[in-house]
Nanobody
């Protein structure tokens, strides 16, 4: 079955950096687009960054220039490098993949807390 396992969340001061990882299993990883979403308290889950199977990327305006999504197909892992973190980046970060005929899969989430 499809599984996504995130790691790397932590408490960090504003201006700091973190790298999130999401290890995927149960899919032919290199063939799938992968996303990072986040959900802050009392807010809707929002798309943060996207990487296609071909390597193209998309970023939400709020993180453009600070966050970088990348993937290592040999390790079945997608990363989110987060630099110059702000308190408003505080959220639970989720890895996501959409699999045809099976649906959407989410990881368990990893907490990122940015203190001011």
């Amino acid at each position: 079955q499809v599984q996504l396992v995130e790691s790397g969340g932590a408490l960090v001061q504003a201006g700091g950096s973190l790298r999130l990882s999401c290890a995927a299993s149960g899919i032919i990883f290199r063939g799938y687009n992968m996303d990072w979403y986040r959900q802050a308290p009392e807010k809707q889950r929002e798309l943060v960054a996207f990487t296609s199977s071909g390597g193209s990327t998309y970023y939400a305006d709020s993180v453009k220039g600070r966050f970088t999504i990348s993937r290592d197909n040999a390790k079945n892992t997608v990363y989110l490098q987060m630099n110059r973190l702000k308190p408003e980046d505080t959220a639970v970060y989720y890895c996501h993949v959409s699999v045809a005929r099976l649906g959407d899969y989410w990881g368990q989430g990893t907490q990122v807390t940015v203190s001011s």
